[in-house]
């Protein structure tokens, strides 16, 4: 008995435990498939895989062409080409009968077609190109290289000073978070994090002033970073120049939010940022879910009962779409200021947005390339989406390289050198590939819509097969638009007809600074002068209608 209960209990454990191991390995598995699966998509320096069929000529000298010939003869059976007059043969696709040819047309590789070169971009006609002809290039890239084109030897000759490596060692700032740079010029800094109700956990900075204050009522002045930024962008100029140090000075209570999955708001009760889950989410969460959270946190914690707020770029189109699917803000905004507001997208000059538009040639290619989880373009792709363009005319690996310079415009004429390091190294702060697409299918719609999932899903989602737009008539806060003549992204046009739609808008600036980009109103050093004093100005004079 006993023993037949202890043979029992053994063969029990043994079984326990093979089901236990069973289910370690498994749960290894799906943690291994599900961390990297998001990685497991073709990628490759190689010439085989390029997205978008480009041929990066830049680095062709390096790419050596690994062939398997199908007669196995030893010698042969694995031959190295890195002959660049085979490379450009193959290139050609003129020898269709060459032996080198036929090798690849026996499915080892994509054949390439000619290389059709435009100021620098340069896209192969392979039968997977999307392109047939210059046009095709030209009707993205045009109206930014014209933006570009002023760009003088001197504005060059800066920015290759700027990445020398004496002065790269010599600045400190390249390796400081937010926390770290706002302490080192002498102010306080409290980090809060927030949590959302779709459970995001947000990471919120509030500067302290130098001197101690006798009483801490003080306005609330809100500020929400750009696309691919974070709090890090109203910092990185220092106390004489950046925003958030100049409205402390002028005595207001300063708050930097970051939006989910920036690189402080990585973190999810449940979901890991590794995972694509993570990255599930457009413009539309961040408005709704993330706004209210880390306003009201804000409000809650200053003990006010309105704030100021302040978007740049992205910070303004996630306003509007709060403000106009909940009435309720206009009793938490004293007034909103919209620098380089992305609303209206239709006239936008960027090329990668204009690629990125449903219906451009571009498009198929690239969604497929972006995927559907955090927003991580390839170096190559980064490259073709215009840094090629930019490197022709600059020539800076370093900037061109920068996803946020190559989606803004490069152009830093107003910025001091000993910044600019700065700024790539803090940027791009991260965001999810359905961002981005948002912004194209703004580019196609012409309209502020939430985002397009397709015909079926939208169905599902919205009850309708199109989104719905946000109706800019039922922002009811007080506005202040800002905006200049070259910006990439944010078109003069596009701003003036947000501007007759809004129902409250109490100026509208554009800046008189003749080359003034996108990234400009963050770090130009002209930016306190010809944009900041207004703001300060309009901060004070700002009174919503009711009062
Ligand atoms: C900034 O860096 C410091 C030092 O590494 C660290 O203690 C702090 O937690 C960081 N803050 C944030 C918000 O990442
Ligand atoms: C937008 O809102 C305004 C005012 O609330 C309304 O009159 C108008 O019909 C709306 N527009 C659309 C397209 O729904």
Redesign the pocket.
């Known amino acids: 008995m006993c023993a037949d209960v202890r043979q029992v209990t053994v063969s029990a454990l043994h079984t326990m435990r093979a089901v236990y191991l069973l289910l370690c390995v498994a749960l290894a598995h799906h943690a291994a498939a599900s961390i990297f699966r998001h990685q497991l998509r073709p990628r490759t320096d190689s010439l085989v895989i390029q997205p978008l069929d480009y041929v990066d000529q830049h680095h062709a000298k390096e790419m050596k062409i690994r062939l398997r010939r199908p007669d196995s003869s030893e010698e042969s059976k694995e031959r190295i080409y890195d002959d660049l007059s085979d490379y450009a043969t193959l290139r050609s696709g003129r020898n269709w009968n060459s032996p080198l040819f036929s090798v690849l047309a026996q499915g080892e590789a994509i054949p390439y077609g000619d290389v059709i070169e435009w100021h620098g971009v340069e896209i192969a006609t392979g039968p997977k190109s999307p392109v047939n002809n210059k046009k095709d290039i030209e009707r993205i890239f045009n109206h930014a290289y014209k933006v570009m084109k002023h760009m003088t030897e001197e504005d060059k000759k800066k920015i290759h000073e700027a990445f020398a490596t004496t002065a790269l060692a010599a600045n400190e700032d390249v390796h400081l978070n937010a926390t770290q740079l706002i302490k080192k010029h002498g102010y306080g800094v409290e980090e809060h994090v927030v949590k959302t109700d779709d459970g995001y956990l947000l990471t919120l900075f509030r500067i302290q002033p130098r001197q101690a204050l006798v009483e801490d009522q003080r306005p609330v002045v809100f500020l929400m970073h750009g696309f691919l930024g974070s709090a890090d962008e109203w910092l990185l100029s220092g106390p004489e120049k950046s925003l958030a140090y100049l409205l402390t000075e002028a005595g207001y209570d300063v708050w930097l939010g970051n939006v989910r999955g920036t690189k402080y708001s990585r973190r999810h009760v449940s979901k890991h940022a590794s995972h694509p889950d993570f990255w599930h989410f457009s413009i539309d969460e961040i408005a709704l879910h993330d706004l209210p959270a880390m306003i009201d946190h804000t409000l809650k914690t200053s003990g006010q009962k309105k704030l100021h707020y302040v978007g740049y770029s992205q910070g303004s189109t996630v306003f509007f779409a709060w403000a106009a699917t909940v009435p309720e803000t206009g009793d938490k905004i004293l007034s909103m200021h919209a620098l380089a507001p992305m609303v209206y997208m239709t006239n936008v000059r960027s090329p990668p947005m204009r690629m990125i538009a449903p219906g451009s040639h571009f498009y198929e290619r690239i969604i497929e390339e972006l995927g559907d989880g955090e927003y991580k373009p390839s170096k190559e792709l980064v490259h073709t989406i215009g840094g090629s363009m930019c490197e022709k005319v600059i020539g800076c690996e370093h900037i061109c390289s920068n996803e946020n310079f190559v989606t803004a415009g490069p152009d830093t004429a107003g910025m001091d050198a000993d910044v600019i390091p700065v700024i790539v190294s803090h940027l791009p702060a991260g965001a999810s590939a359905r961002q981005v697409k948002q912004f194209g299918q703004g580019v196609s719609s012409q309209e502020f819509r939430k985002y397009d999932y397709g015909v079926d899903i939208n169905k599902m989602v919205y009850g309708h097969p199109q989104p719905p737009?946000y109706?800019m008539?039922?922002v009811k806060v007080p506005v202040t638009l800002y905006y200049s003549e070259e910006d990439w992204l944010v078109h003069p046009k596009d701003v003036e007809r947000l501007q007759k739609e809004l129902p409250d808008v109490r100026g509208t600036y554009k800046v008189s600074e003749k080359h003034f980009s996108h990234m400009d109103f963050q770090f130009s050093n002209k930016a306190p002068e010809v944009v900041y004093k207004k703001l300060v100005e309009s901060l004070q004079t700002t009174k919503p209608l009711s009062l």
């Open positions: 737009a109706n008539t039922e």
